[in-house]
């Protein structure tokens, strides 16, 4: 292969990875992106699940800060809820996002909460 067409693809290859916004691909389960961190260790302690869910809601938090530091949706479940409660881990996909009427019967969505 000569010199110009490997320099094309590789600059190629390198543009794609830079401007692709994460390495983790929508579609993928949102635990298999985890564990592709640091195993299942990630989340949970000794790769096992704790009883309560507590030490994997610490783990959420240590990386993506506490409900109050979130946006508008998720600051008013501060102290009500942990993130398993709404983002199922082993059942969702990175970029499936919860919805109210999960819990929520009156009709309210992310959108006509935050106007």
Do not use: W
């Not at 929508?26 to 309560?52: R, T």
């Not at 102290?79 to 970029?95: I, K």
């Amino acid at each position: 292969m000569s010199k110009k067409l490997l320099s094309a693809i590789f600059g190629a290859a390198i543009a794609a990875l830079a401007l692709s916004p994460s390495v983790f691909a929508e579609g993928q389960e949102l635990a298999e992106m985890h564990a592709e961190m640091d195993g299942c260790e990630a989340c949970h302690a000794d790769g096992s699940p704790s009883a309560d869910g507590e030490y994997e809601f610490e783990q959420c938090q240590s990386c993506h800060g506490t409900l109050d530091e979130m946006d508008a949706v998720h600051q008013p479940h501060d102290g009500m809820l942990m993130c398993a409660d709404c983002h199922a881990p082993h059942e969702m996909n990175v970029g499936d996002k919860p919805t109210c009427d999960s819990c929520h019967d009156d009709g309210r969505t992310a959108e006509s909460t935050l106007k």
